[in-house]
């Protein structure tokens, strides 16, 4: 791979930014220096096999995403981006890692569950991967593989107070895993949802004849997420877990997670685009069955109520530390229409995976978070949040080359037949239209998008074994 000099560019950091050249060796980050110097007397221009220009471009560390579902099964069916698609989706969005959800279905013993991801994920993805764990099946056999987790690179379990039957953990389940999570050092990640007062809900209005995609919204109502969020917390506080609740779309959830990190609480959020540009009436409510593209859980959120103006202001207050897509694709011909006529049976999940940084720099272009913040809710936290810090996150020399040049000058319109590498038949996001332009994208050195052209492979990405949180205390 030899030598490569980025220069001329703008490299942004999570506290800062400037003017600097990037030299890489290898897979590596060797040098951040002021343009044009010399170091030591090297010349360090005339060393390097492969100069890139990055004139007007911001240089930053390639974007994680801490949240998505590859092949996750649900509903009947399994999400459509495979890792092979879904990691060349990312890369073209300038992401170069993700952290995806390996599961323990019901019945299942959590290795077999993780031995499973290996299996799809190995040799298929074109960035580097890690894998949280999704404890499906909490018994005291699960328990006693946690005590195991951290040695195989996975630092954090997912649990769910939400879809009774299928992963769902009652109050006494998710109590021993945190004890578990507090011992440890495993971050717990919470689905705050309170389940089964959401399936009575579900059960009264489809009896009524309400079975749009709408009502999917309704059914999953805010009270039912600020209780659960308040509930795990709680129990957190009670055991000494450290706390991350995912995808978070309720204000009033949020004010649970600031109340809690206000009383000094090991407790963190992400929310995810969806949550912060679309809404229950907009889109959910979309005429006729259209509304399924935006069934995900927890769901979209009614604008008139204001959640999106204060997730953005959450962002920049840092009461939400971060931003991931929760990319869980499903087709509408064959998946989503699984769920005409009855709402609860379309497959939950949005696909986001390509857009998040494009989507999140259209906040900085609207003066909703800064240029640093951006870099830091993409890249910098998630990598400190799930032990990846130093290796991913930052430009600094010792860390894998994953970088991506940004061009502000640069225009990205979002749709099929436009910026669209998932494996889907619709884009959740058509006809958004960004400011700003992923120009170049370097995986561990290797340039895999080049402007127009892909240039990665299937098998660039390797497994990534995570140490345990930066944020623990
Ligand atoms: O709708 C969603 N979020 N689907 C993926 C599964 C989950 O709960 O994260
Ligand atoms: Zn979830
Ligand atoms: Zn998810």
């Known amino acids: 791979m030899g030598r490569t000099l980025i220069r001329g560019g703008t490299v942004v950091s999570s506290t800062g930014r400037s003017e600097a050249d990037v030299l890489i060796d290898g897979e590596k980050i060797v040098a951040v220096f002021a343009p044009g110097s010399a170091i030591f007397g090297f010349d360090v221009a005339a060393s390097a096999d492969t100069v890139i220009d990055a004139t007007g471009k911001y240089v930053i560390p390639g974007g994680i995403d801490a949240h998505t579902h590859m092949e996750l099964p649900f509903g009947g069916t399994a999400a459509s981006d495979t890792f092979e698609t879904g990691t060349r989706a990312a890369a073209w969005g ?20 993780l031995a499973t991801w290996h299996d799809k994920a190995a040799g298929n993805c074109a960035i580097d991967y890690g894998f949280h764990q999704i404890i499906g099946d909490l018994n005291t056999d699960s328990l006693q593989a946690m005590d195991g987790l951290l040695a195989e690179g996975v630092s954090s379990f997912k649990l769910f107070m939400a879809y009774p039957g299928v992963f769902y953990s009652d109050d006494a389940q998710i109590l021993r895993a945190m004890q578990k999570s507090a011992e440890t050092g495993l971050m717990t990640m919470m689905h705050a949802e309170n389940g089964p007062a959401i399936d009575v809900l579900v059960g009264q209005l489809l009896a009524e004849g309400k079975t749009d995609p709408y009502y999917h919204g309704i059914a999953r109502a805010w009270q039912l997420e600020e209780e659960a969020t308040h509930r795990a917390i709680m129990l957190a506080d009670l055991t000494g877990a450290p706390l991350y609740v995912v995808h978070v779309s309720a204000k009033q959830a949020v004010a649970q997670l600031a109340a809690a990190r206000s009383r000094g609480k090991n407790v963190f959020g992400e ?16 005429p006729g069955f259209e509304g399924a593209k935006w069934v995900c859980s927890t769901p979209l959120r009614s604008r008139a109520e204001g959640h999106q103006e204060e997730l953005w202001q959450s962002l920049r207050t840092n009461e939400l530390q971060l931003v991931s897509t929760d990319h869980c694709p499903f087709c509408m011909k064959g998946q989503k229409d699984l769920g005409l006529g009855d709402f609860s049976k379309i497959p939950n999940g949005i696909g986001s995976v390509e857009h998040r940084l494009d989507l999140l720099y259209q906040g900085v272009v609207e003066g909703r978070i800064t240029l640093e913040r951006w870099v830091e809710l993409t890249s910098t936290t998630p990598a400190r949040m799930f032990g990846l810090y130093g290796t991913k996150g930052v430009i600094q020399p010792g860390a894998d080359a994953d970088v ?17 590498h998932m494996n889907m038949d619709h884009s959740a996001w058509e006809g958004y239209e960004i400011d700003g332009h992923v120009d170049t994208v370097l995986s561990r050195g290797k340039v895999i998008v080049d402007g127009n052209s892909y240039l990665g492979a299937k098998g660039d990405g390797r497994y990534l074994p995570r140490g345990l949180s930066q944020y623990l205390i």
């Open 94 to 113: 300038g992401t170069t890692t993700i952290i995806d959800f390996a599961v323990q279905s019901y019945g299942q013993r959590v290795f077999d569950g």
């Open 404 to 420: 991506v040049l940004y061009d502000p000058a640069g225009h990205t319109s979002i749709g099929l037949g436009k910026t669209h």
């Open 271 to 286: 929310t995810c685009p969806q949550y912060l540009y679309l809404s229950l009436e907009e889109n959910l409510g979309a």
